[in-house]
């Protein structure tokens, strides 16, 4: 049942923005839950324990990827599947999942068409990918309703790991913030007033690389 969700999340992503990597890159088959795993494939002894982490290392010229997932998060999506129903109850296992197949999908789409990409886009994506998932996902299963304060929970009130230090500090600081304005933008533009185009202004900032997105979003922020 989790290795279907995780598809199913991806199989949700990859519609919104109009690709296709799941032919061959199912990210359930990238799955690994032994944290002591996660700890040797990630080679460092101080690396922080979390609940999502993409591991990414290349070898002899080939880039090998997993993708880390507490039990405890899968546990919650088996239990209670947020495809069929996103709610309080799920929603922090939810968001932690959605992030890691974020991250896999991201990566490998780039990786298909020839891009390197930094740490932020992958953390900026991911933030945008968790506010456009859940909406979309509340969208289907409310009849349209999706609740007012779901862009306050996500971007005013942010909780950030207190053993994040410096450089990782402001990448995640500063993804948080400028997918804050994006999605902003995306509520006051398409869903306050359900005006067309939303599908298509997600698919082109998917495309953009790092500088262009950036430059997307302090351009709408005006």
Known sequence: MPASCLRALQRHLERIYEIDVSRDCEVDRFLITDAGLAGALEGEASARALPEKLLVWEQAGELHVSLYLDPAVLEVLSSNDPIHGLNDDNLAAFWSALEGVS????????????????????????????????????????????PRDLHEHLFARPVFDPRLVGGEWR???????????Y??????????????????????????THRHKLDHIRAAAG
């Open 103 to 146: 991250h896999f999908l991201y990566l490998v789409w780039n990786a298909r068409h020839g891009r390197g990409i930094s740490l932020f886009e992958l953390e900026l994506q991911a933030e945008v990918d968790k506010f456009v998932a859940a909406v979309f996902l509340l969208a289907r299963q409310r009849r349209r309703r999706v």
């Open 171 to 181: 990448r995640y600081r500063h993804a948080n913030h400028f997918a804050g304005l």
């Open 183 to 208: 999605c902003a933008r995306l509520r006051r533009r398409y869903l306050a007033n359900r005006g067309p185009g939303l599908v298509r202004d997600l698919r082109r900032f998917y495309r953009l």
